[in-house]
């Protein structure tokens, strides 16, 4: 008796096993398939690797990007440049900066081509870095009456998105001359045509703001251009 048992036992556990599992071309498919269950894999498998390559020879004069252009800061004293996935999907972005801290350019490379990624950049009357959040920031706080953020996001095509934009703004907007507070999440691009479109804050909530994307990325490796 005790053997029927354990034969008994044997059978069925090499038929789960049989039925939960098989080996084709020493891949384990689970289930039982006959054939592997067909995977998409991301776009991202098939990226450029030699996005570096063209980026350093694009950086030294050498290549030209999508618009048949040579780099504009060839040359140029106190320049460095980061290659760095900004976007995660394994291609390094070129970010290039003047005089140690302004972000002057973000290029992609993508469909074999070097391109802007477009981000918002308000000019050079404030602060433009890469945050912990790795999204790029641009805030004008420079000009009197007025302090705004814009915080892009480069999306899986290589394109800049706004995803924020908080406003600190007096004299023009607050008639008492008190400052006001505005945020707006994914504005549209000509947000800066619909302040008025923007949502009331409190100073705490902007402050708020201020402190959440204002957070450097301090790992970013920048290299003095020659």
């Not at 450029?48 to 950086?59: M, R, S, W």
């Not at 976007?87 to 970010?95: K, P, R, V």
């Not at 999306?155 to 707006?184: C, H, L, R, T």
Request: hydrophobic share 35%; proline share 2%; net charge negative.
């Amino acid at each position: 008796m005790k053997k029927i048992l354990v034969m008994t036992a044997l059978i069925i556990a090499i038929g789960i096993t049989a039925c939960g599992t098989k080996k084709i071309n020493n891949t384990e498919i689970i289930g039982g398939a006959d054939e592997p269950t067909s995977i998409t894999l991301p776009s991202t498998v098939s990226k450029e690797t030699n996005a570096d390559k063209h980026f350093l020879e694009y950086i030294k004069g050498n290549e030209t990007d999508a618009n048949g252009d040579t780099f504009w800061a060839v040359g140029e004293l106190d320049m460095e440049y980061a290659l760095y996935d900004m976007n995660g999907d394994g291609i390094n972005e070129l970010i290039v900066r003047s005089y140690g801290s302004w972000i002057c350019d973000i290029m992609e490379f993508k469909d074999n081509k070097i391109q802007s990624a477009n981000v918002e950049n308000l000019g050079s009357s404030g602060v433009t870095f890469i945050n912990d959040k790795n999204q790029f920031v641009s805030g004008d706080t420079g000009h009197e009456g007025r302090a705004i953020y814009v915080v892009s996001e480069i999306n899986d095509q290589g394109k800049a998105d706004i995803v924020m934009s908080f406003v600190k703004y007096w004299d023009d907007w607050a008639e008492s001359g008190s400052p006001e507070f505005y945020k707006k999440e994914n504005p549209s691009q000509d947000y800066l045509e619909n302040i008025d479109k923007f949502d009331t804050i409190t100073e705490a909530e902007y402050e708020a703001l201020v402190e959440e994307y204002s957070k450097e990325n301090t790992t970013i490796e920048w290299i003095k251009m020659d």
